[in-house]
């Protein structure tokens, strides 16, 4: 199969803030999120946004944070060497070659989501590649509670890409393109991917076009997830983070079934679990220095 | 310590997932059926029995124990061979071991081996937990051969369908159902049991042909309640600040008691508890947690939560408090007083009602041991635990203890269960990170 066919392929992308000058700032740290389907970069340069990337997890979890954060630092001129903290997050978090610290993915989307949407953020939904978390935290964003899918990987990142692969539309478009029906048909009954696509199949055979086939699909999705959220509890300053937060026919219908909006950011969703782990690699970093102690990178 | 209580107690385990290969857990949760690979876990040893998993702590004083375990099989075959008497696997810790000690009989628990196999499917419901299954294959895997018997105390339908199928599946000598009662809190359900205790033990009688006298019940009464004496005092080592034994060894302590005669279990606890005093952990305790659930055998899962940083200082489940927190009285009828015991022993949720003394009981536990954080757990399907969650949830939130949910299978994937239990521990750990 060649590249153009691979339907479910998102685009990989990079970005960094040519108006900083990382040189001048007294703390340079980094969060490195090794999910169980992309990889993020993050690097903070005296804890405001410098420069991030985003890319597929291979099956290399320590190549994989390898070549993330050598993405984000590119056209930069920083190397690993002026990073002064780094924390590694997600299902590869301990594989991080170059990190001193590992922590969750569940506390660092929260203290991401806290950066990105403000203090008022009380409860978040991580939509990630192959698993999907409910959490609870307080104006630092500090978790309260959470709670994760823990039946199978229905709802996620993965399942949508199957979708896309199968109906052969690129994985971008999917979200609103389901949003394109003039009526919303019932949701997909099974909530096993596998079975989804089977149930899926079937509907295709029995003339339904894509765009519905899709419609049921992301409305099954928005509905599993709102019982995980259900269960812990949903407070109005609510934010997805995550992959699945730029699928519109996914979130659109999530609002709906909660009746709330999602908080909007001019940050990228994708890079929530980085993003926290940056911030913590610079709330370390600064206490590190203020008790004196060695440079984490020196004593590891 | 013993506290004084109404209660009975419940483990059977519970439900879980149909056949499938080595090496993956084969359960798909939603609908209980196999769906497919999930991420590889954990696989342990055959014969009823589990791998030592790896940089194990419980060497040393606790190594007895742990070797009881991994060869309980050869245990038992030792033990029949060096005291000419039988063995009788029991299901549940309702079964009144002291009566069948007293008969020459070495009562064993029947454990599962926590390995995905394909043995079961025809015989046990699939909303059925993972416990009952898992159990249920060690006997038609033939890991319990030197069985001379089972038998069974009512608790919950679940764990007494593997009873029956074991019965009709696994040739066997002798086997027995005990109609425990369900309603331990009305004041029948003691004489009940006393009469039942009586016809078993008529019925053991029979099986073995000879009398079981009095002097020998006594003797088996001392000798169990010499035991869980013991069992209590090395507990209560861990209400210290640093407790000298993890969680992990607990768990073994207690495993290896329903697995060996308890005059062997008893020397071991009494050499263990001279070594203690002068012993420490070769690590942080770290966060102190507690553990409540159905039964909780499972090593590995114990190991991967201890290994994080934290220990578990005291639990509530009957592969541990549960089985040993009561006494049996001094003084009177023999039968009475073992009807009494099982009646009035911390109890299963099955039979903890209309008053759900057991949540209680827990809070006052996780408060005494300093508990500040409590894994709440449940096999899959188990519906008489799932209903004491809510309740069990919320009275350890309010006396302060967060609590991490989580619901086990015959395999935990422990991938999966890391990353829930590190955030957990994160959120016990105050503001290290802000």
Known sequence: MSAAQEFWRWKEYRWHDPAVDWRSAEIISAGVDIGSVSSQAVILADGRLYAFSSQRTGFDSPESANQAMKWAMEDTGLTLKDLHYTVGTGYGRVNVPFADKAITEIACHARGANFMHGPSVRTILDMGGQDCKAIRCDEKGKVEAFLMNDKCAAGTGRGMEVFADLLAVPIEEVGELSLSVEEEPPPVSSTCVVFAKSEASALLRAGWPKNKVLAAYCSAMAHRVVTLLERIGVQKEFAITGGIAKNRGVVRRLEQELKLTALSSSYDSQIAGALGGALFAHTLETKRRKSGAVPATESA | ?434
């Open chain 2, 1 to 434: 310590m013993n506290e004084k209580r109404t209660e009975p107690n419940a483990e059977s385990g519970n439900p879980a997932a149909g056949a499938a290969v080595p090496r993956f857990s084969a359960a798909c949760g939603t609908c209980g059926s196999t769906c497919g690979p999930q991420p590889p876990t954990a696989t342990h040893g055959g014969d009823g029995n589990r791998q030592p998993v790896a940089n194990q702590t419980s060497a040393g004083p606790f190594a007895a124990f742990r070797d009881w375990r991994l060869d309980r099989a050869a245990y038992a075959r030792q033990w029949k061979q060096r005291t000419g008497g039988k063995v009788i696997g029991y299901f549940c810790t309702y079964a009144p071991e002291e009566l069948m000690y007293a008969a020459g009989i070495l009562p064993v628990r029947i454990l599962g081996s926590h390995e995905v196999q394909n043995v079961t499917e025809p015989h046990i419901f699939g909303m059925f937990c993972p416990f009952c299954r898992d159990c249920l294959a060690q006997g038609l895997l033939g890991r319990y051969e030197y069985l001379d018997g089972i038998m069974i105390a009512q608790s919950c339908l679940h764990i007494r369908q593997t009873f029956t199928s074991w019965q009709k599946h696994v040739p066997i000598d002798y086997s027995y159902y005990l109609p425990m009662p369900h309603h331990v809190q009305s004041r029948h359900a003691a004489p009940f049991l006393a009469k039942e205790l009586a016809i078993f033990q008529a019925s053991l009688e029979d099986w073995l042909g000879r009398k079981i006298a009095a002097p020998a019940l006594e003797n088996a009464i001392d000798i169990y309640n010499r035991n869980r004496q013991l069992l209590w005092r090395v507990y209560e080592t861990r209400q210290a600040a640093d407790p000298p034994l993890s969680g992990e060894e607990a768990l073994e302590m207690v495993l290896a008691a329903q697995m060996v005669d308890k005059q062997d279990h008893n020397a071991a606890l009494e050499s263990l508890l001279a070594r203690l005093p002068e012993r420490r952990l070769p690590r942080p305790t770290g966060a102190r947690l507690m553990i409540l659930g159905s039964k909780d055998d499972d090593i590995e899962f114990i190991h991967m939560v201890e290994a994080c940083g934290a220990t578990f200082v005291i639990d509530d489940h009957c592969t541990g408090t549960r089985y040993f927190w009561n006494n049996t009285d001094p003084d009177g009828d023999p039968l009475d007083r073992l009807a009494r015991r099982y009646v009035q022993r911390v109890p299963c949720p099955t039979k903890d009602w209309p008053a759900r003394t057991r949540v209680p009981h827990a809070v006052a536990l996780a408060k005494k041991y300093g508990a500040q954080g409590a894994i709440v757990m449940q096999q899959k399907f188990c519906d008489p635990h799932e209903a004491d969650v809510p309740a069990l949830t919320k009275a350890l939130n309010d006396a302060g203890l967060k609590t991490l949910f989580l619901e086990f299978d015959v395999t935990v994937p422990i991938g999966q269960f890391k990353v829930r239990v590190e955030a957990f521990l994160e959120m016990l750990r105050e503001d290290d990170l802000f």
